[in-house]
């Protein structure tokens, strides 16, 4: 059984920055695909990120070059680094880990706003 912790979510103006951290522990996260969603109000959950286990990323369009996603499997951690955040970015920010059934986080709000 795996479980994650997030952290790093906040209050951020408009280009800042931010970076999530997800820590897992009791399971094999580090051969597992791993990842980050988000939900904004009103709206469905959508993938922002993955990344293999072995470090291969893959991002939405609307981050890509303004998000990075890496892990430590060292450390069994998982980090979203957000860069030129937008109002529009602001969402509940979910870890994921694709064992079946999936595995998430609890979440971590991230707000953008002057």
């Known amino acids: 059984q795996v479980q994650l912790v997030e952290s790093g979510g906040g209050l951020v103006q408009p280009g800042g920055s931010l970076r999530l951290s997800c820590a897992a522990s009791?399971?094999?996260?580090?051969?597992?695909?791993m990842g980050w969603y988000r939900q904004a109000p009103g709206k469905e959950r959508n993938l922002v990120a993955l990344?293999?286990?072995?470090?291969?990323?893959t991002y939405v369009d609307s981050v890509k070059g303004r998000f990075t996603i890496s892990r430590d499997n060292a450390k069994n951690t998982v980090y979203l680094q957000l860069s030129s955040l937008k109002p529009e970015d602001t969402a509940v920010y979910y870890c994921?880990?694709?064992?079946?059934?999936?595995?998430w986080g609890q979440g971590t709000q991230v707000t953008v706003s002057s």
């Open positions: 009791g399971g094999i996260s580090s051969i597992l695909d």
């Open positions: 990344i293999s286990s072995g470090g291969r990323t």
């Open positions: 994921y880990v694709r064992t079946f059934p999936a595995t």
